[in-house]
T-cell receptor, first 117, second 110 residues
Framework: AQTVTQSQPEMSVQEAETVTLSCTYD???????LFWYKQPPSRQMILVIR??????QNATENRFSVNFQKAAKSFSLKISDSQLGDTAMYFC??????????????FGKGTRLSVIA | DGGITQSPKYLFRKEGQNVTLSCEQN?????MYWYRQDPGQGLRLIYY???????QKGDIAEGYSVSREKKESFPLTVTSAQKNPTAFYLC?????????FGSGTRLTVV
């Protein structure tokens, strides 16, 4: 079974600074998908970024980028120019490839990020 | 507007009572999922359904039941056998591009 570990329960960053959230996972699969989700105080889950393991290029979405190290089974999220609206819980998640309804997302326990003005 | 809707937003359960959480989607996805969220525990899978009239237990299915009679609907019943039901419940649907989540139901035992 796959497991996802987020070793930083809480982090804080000054507004406009850069912060990196860590995620490691354990799997015997060669191909898979990785995700970062954001859950702000509203508790609505929002997809931040997605990475396909068979693509070596790191995914980027505006101020959000990942550092995907397949051999190390590491998938960290970098937030540049942090904004107050980035304050949220961040969850790392793993999905088997290819997708089927019988391969649900497996989540880490989350990192609570606070952006300080 | 396509999306996934959970209701109610808040629900209160008395001891020994069964309650049902609603989840409806119009995104035309086959697969649907129920997760439970507790502080410090992340999201844990309760039940999932790959297709209509089929569903499987997740990691913490004890004390819960589901049905999948329509593609659009995947209700979750929290039974009296669930000894610690106070939590935030999230329904989701989706595929390889990720899941879309409902806005959640906060269940509290009174």
């Amino acid at each position: 079974a796959q497991t996802v570990t987020q070793s930083q329960p809480e982090m804080s960053v000054q507004e406009a600074e850069t912060v990196t959230l860590s995620c490691t996972y354990d799997t015997s699969e060669n191909n898979y998908y990785l995700f970062w989700y954001k859950q702000p105080p509203s508790r609505q889950m929002i997809l931040v970024i997605r990475q396909e393991a068979y693509k070596q290029q790191n995914a980027t979405e505006n101020r959000f980028s990942v550092n995907f190290q397949k051999a190390a089974k590491s998938f960290s999220l970098k937030i540049s120019d942090s904004q107050l609206g980035d304050t949220a819980m961040y969850f790392c998640a793993f999905m088997k490839y290819p997708f089927s309804g019988n391969t649900p997302l497996v989540f880490g326990k989350g990192t609570r990020l606070s952006v300080i003005a | 507007d396509g999306g996934i809707t959970q209701s109610p937003k808040y629900l209160f359960r008395k001891e020994g009572q069964n309650v049902t959480l609603s989840c409806e989607q119009n995104l035309n996805h086959d697969a649907m999922y129920w997760y439970r969220q507790d502080p410090g525990q992340g999201l844990r899978l309760i039940y999932y359904s790959q297709i209509v009239n089929d569903f499987q237990k997740g990691d913490i299915a004890e004390g819960y039941s589901v049905s999948r009679e329509k593609k659009e609907s995947f209700p979750l019943t929290v039974t009296s056998a669930q000894k610690n039901p106070t939590a935030f419940y999230l329904c989701a649907t989706g595929g390889a591009y990720g899941y879309t989540f409902g806005s959640g139901t906060r269940l509290t035992v009174v």
